[in-house]
């Protein structure tokens, strides 16, 4: 089959657009024209960029400096997540011949409103709305390498503090709490109430 020079120039662009991984910071950008776009793809685009923001303001309200990289390509278990996606991976990577750079994935996960509402409708009738979230956490993975370093001492821990709020719009307040609990060396969660 010979793919025309035009079919051939849109093939690699896209191609290029879905391998590009990019810091957080600079994603606005790069999809500025799909948000010019019209109808359902600037609207899941514009909805996309919102979560990733709310990500971002909590980690920032957490103060982790851990780099954020929007990888547009990511395509991890379709058929169950919609939405935002997100993997986890350890800052080293590792180059395999003729595959690029891979990761230590650490953990992975995202929105799992379509594949609810494959089953809501069945379970609590066509009105219902629902939305979750899920991760999976290599464990393993994360226990093994505590166990490797010689500095980390693997404790079961207890908290001393629980931070929780009544009332809503408080999330950021409460991370910020938390975090200061944590700088002052005071074992602490939050626990955020979803109702």
């Known amino acids: 089959m010979d793919i025309s020079p035009d079919w051939s120039l849109q093939i690699t662009s896209l191609h290029n657009f879905v391998q ?45 400096t851990q780099d954020v990289v929007v990888w547009l390509g990511l395509a991890y278990k379709l058929n169950q997540f919609s939405g935002l996606m997100f993997m986890h991976a350890t800052g080293t990577m590792k180059r395999k011949r003729h595959r690029g750079l891979l990761a230590d994935v650490l953990a992975a996960g995202g ?31 994360i226990v093994n390498a505590m166990v490797e370093d010689e500095d980390t001492e693997v404790v079961p821990g207890v908290c001393d503090v629980l931070v929780c709020s009544v009332g809503s719009d408080l999330l950021i307040q409460c991370i910020e709490i938390v975090r200061d609990l944590w700088a002052a060396g005071i074992s602490s969660q939050l626990f955020e109430n979803s109702e």
């Open 20 to 64: 590009k991984k990019v810091p957080v910071d600079q994603i606005r950008s790069i999809l500025e024209p799909v948000f010019r776009a019209k109808g359902n793809t600037a609207h899941m685009a514009v909805e996309g960029l919102r979560e990733l923001e709310a990500v971002v303001s909590h980690l920032k309200a957490f103060r982790l």
């Open 111 to 141: 929105r799992y409103d379509r594949l609810i509402s494959n089953f809501q409708t069945r379970v609590l009738g066509p009105t219902a709305s629902c939305s979750a979230v899920g991760v999976s956490i290599a464990v393993d993975k």
